[in-house]
């Protein structure tokens, strides 16, 4: 008590925290109400008078147990009317979005702000922000029996893409262009058209060639006025051989090129076309 004479309301906190952690009593709980009242906090001080009256009473207890019982339920109902409150109201926040609201940095649940929150007397800074947008900050000081609305308007975030999920892997995977597998497709099948048909027809011209010369050669063995029609066989031959070789070739690249691509869209049509020239032969196109 006479730390309290002497205005020491903090030293006289600590002693009576001190002696209700040794003994609860309704006396030492109405002592720490009154003390934190001193020191401007209400809500608290409030709180804890309620504590003291709500104390159960135990038997042979002491006159001023009953009597400090009685007063905290008393001084809790005259303090209650001197706490002040605000509400708070926030505009801008998008459909959706996060919005946090803090009072003197403690985060207040969304679903609370448009009830009454009670503060002590004093300097309050609320905060409201959404992420990724500008938050918004005021200060109000409050007195005693005070009640005030708070409005804030917070800004929405520029950024409007979606939050990239945490651990997903954002690594860009190679894909074959579709582009370049329908080239080789078509320079496989076109190749392949191209050997098919001059194999068909050189092979065709060489059976004829030796139709000719098996009627004109006896024993298989053919005179000087042959060899002509022998080399021009035998031209016809190999060339029927390496172009139908090429056909094969140019199909396995195709089939190759189409199954590689089957999944991926194409960008680009082409076109190919075999021609045929007297000793040459080949494809021309245009992807």
């Known amino acids: ?58 038997p042979n207890e002491s006159a001023d147990a009953k009597k400090a019982r009685a007063e905290a339920k008393a001084s ?5 009317g001197r706490i002040p409150s605000i509400t708070v109201t926030v505009t801008g926040a998008p459909e959706g979005s996060d919005l946090v609201v803090t009072i ?17 007397p004093g300097k309050h800074t609320i905060v409201a922000r959404v992420e990724g947008g500008k938050p918004s900050e005021t ?43 329908n080239t080789w497709a078509y320079v496989g099948f076109g190749l392949a058209g191209a050997g098919l048909v001059i194999g068909g027809v050189t092979g065709a011209m060489a059976m004829s060639k030796k139709s000719t010369l098996n009627g004109e050669c006896t024993n298989a063995s053919c005179g000087p006025q042959n060899w002509g029609d022998v080399d021009s066989y035998n031209r016809l031959r190999y060339t029927s051989f390496a172009t139908l070789a090429v056909g ?19 960008a680009r049509t082409g076109s190919v076309t075999a021609y045929v020239g007297i000793g040459t032969f080949g494809v021309r196109g245009a992807f």
Not at 76 to 80: F, G, I, L, Q, R
Not at 104 to 113: I, S, Y
Not at 139 to 152: D, F, G, H
């Open 1 to 58: 008590m006479d730390l309290r004479a002497k205005k020491d309301h903090k030293g006289a906190l600590e002693k009576f925290k001190a002696a209700y952690a040794l003994l609860p009593t309704p006396i030492t709980a109405l002592e720490i109400g009154k003390s934190l009242i001193d020191l401007g906090q209400l809500v608290e001080g409030n709180e804890k008078l309620l504590e003291a009256a709500s104390m159960p009473a135990k």
């Open 104 to 120: 003197d940095g403690r985060a207040v649940p969304n679903e609370a702000l448009a009830a009454p929150r009670r503060l002590n």
């Open 248 to 266: 094969i070739v140019g199909i396995g690249i195709g089939v190759v090129a189409l199954t590689a691509g089957a999944s991926e869209p194409s």
């Open 76 to 80: 809790a109902d005259e303090v209650e």
């Open 139 to 181: 200060t109000v000081t409050l007195a005693e029996r005070e009640t005030r609305e708070v409005k804030l308007s917070v800004t929405a975030p520029t950024d409007t893409a979606a939050p990239t999920k945490r651990g997903a892997d954002t690594k860009p995977k190679h894909v074959e262009p579709a582009a370049a597998t």
